[in-house]
């Protein structure tokens, strides 16, 4: 379930199919709701919003069952957070710098209210696609994608590139996924051969339950994920592809 509430009542209906239906959802609690937690709402609107929100956590409470961290905490183990700098490839910085000398770009992102918000977001999506991988850039700047500025951009690609085979040295981000990933797949591997169980064995190790752990990686754009399907197509590495 993604953070969305037309979803949220995709769940709902499923639990209670009778308890409204989607018109009047959208009316009562996604609009006045969404509209109450946008930074250009007014005092009355996010009072609004608040409300309606309120309402909504109660009237679903009666069938919906909330957990919170405090609650789950004793029961799993505590959560580690790295995080890493990775510097952009020589390819992703040339295409940055590229990038942010443009007038569309240099002109939304020193507005920031009304169309011109707008316009400033898709440019930081536009930047934020590019440390990812330089394939999303070049797939949304060739075919009928191709606008005004496709061509400068395109101009700065190598001759040999292709978004539609596995090439990670043009993207530094995908070198350490692929770095990463082989090494916890290798290490699960060590880790089987290892602890593998013998006739008299019945309990499994912690190395052994260690080894059958899974990998979820998540990201905000598709693309990226196609990106590392292809990455781990190339391995031969099992996955599972949700969006």
């Keep these: 379930i993604q953070n969305n509430l037309e979803e949220y009542y995709a769940m709902i209906h499923f639990i209670r199919p009778k308890f409204m ?7 009562v ?14 005092k009355e609107e996010k009072h609004q919003g608040e409300k309606r929100s309120e309402e909504l956590t109660r009237q679903t409470s009666q069938f919906i069952i909330r957990r919170t961290k405090e609650v789950l905490k004793n029961l799993i183990p505590d959560k ?20 942010i000398t443009q007038d569309f770009m240099t002109r939304a992102l020193n507005e920031y209210s009304g169309a011109g918000g707008a316009e400033a977001l898709g440019c930081i999506i536009i930047l934020r696609q590019l440390v990812n991988s330089a394939n999303s850039l070049y797939l949304n700047n060739t075919g009928d994608k191709m606008n005004e500025n496709s061509k400068g951009i395109i101009s700065l690609y190598p001759k040999d590139f292709d978004p539609t085979s596995f090439q ?7 070198l350490f996924v692929e770095k990463l990933l082989l090494d916890l797949h290798n290490n699960n591997n060590k880790n089987k051969s290892k602890n593998k169980p013998t006739t008299t064995t019945k309990s499994k190790s912690k190395n052994q339950k ?9 990201s905000n754009f598709k693309q990226t994920l196609g990106i590392i399907a292809t990455l781990l197509t190339h391995h031969n590495l099992a996955f599972l592809k949700c969006d």
């Design 29 to 42: 609690f996604i609009r006045p709701i969404t509209k109450g937690s946008d930074s250009t709402a007014s």
């Design 168 to 174: 990670p040295q043009f993207s530094s981000k995908l």
């Design 80 to 99: 580690v957070e790295y995080v890493v700098f990775i510097r952009l490839s020589s390819l992703q910085s040339k295409l940055y710098k590229y990038l």
């Design 21 to 27: 239906d989607l018109d009047k959802f959208r009316s």
């Design 210 to 218: 260690l080894a059958q752990d899974k990998i979820v990686i998540i």
